[in-house]
């Protein structure tokens, strides 16, 4: 794990070092809309997992 980070830690350092405005941009947008996807899909998946267990808990009384 600590290989890991350590790579990862490198690799981020890389990008902030580079001096290629536009590919640092398009990599701030990517993660941007990764996120906004991600934070999408866990508050829809939430709401189906509430229901899931309001229908075990109604059908158990």
């Given at each position: 794990?600590?290989?890991?980070?350590?790579?990862?830690?490198?690799?981020?350092?890389?990008?902030l070092?580079?001096?290629?405005?536009?590919?640092?941009?398009?990599?701030?947008?990517?993660?941007?809309?990764?996120?906004?996807?991600?934070?999408?899909?866990?508050?829809?998946?939430?709401?189906?997992?509430?229901?899931?267990?309001?229908?075990?808990s109604?059908?158990?009384?």
């Open positions: 794990m600590p290989n890991f980070l350590l790579k990862l830690y490198v690799k981020s350092q890389n990008l070092h580079v001096d290629e405005g536009q590919d640092l941009v398009e990599y701030a947008l990517l993660i941007c809309l990764i996120s906004l996807a991600a934070i999408t899909s866990a508050s829809t998946l939430a709401g189906a997992i509430v229901t899931v267990f309001t229908n075990i109604t059908s158990l009384t």
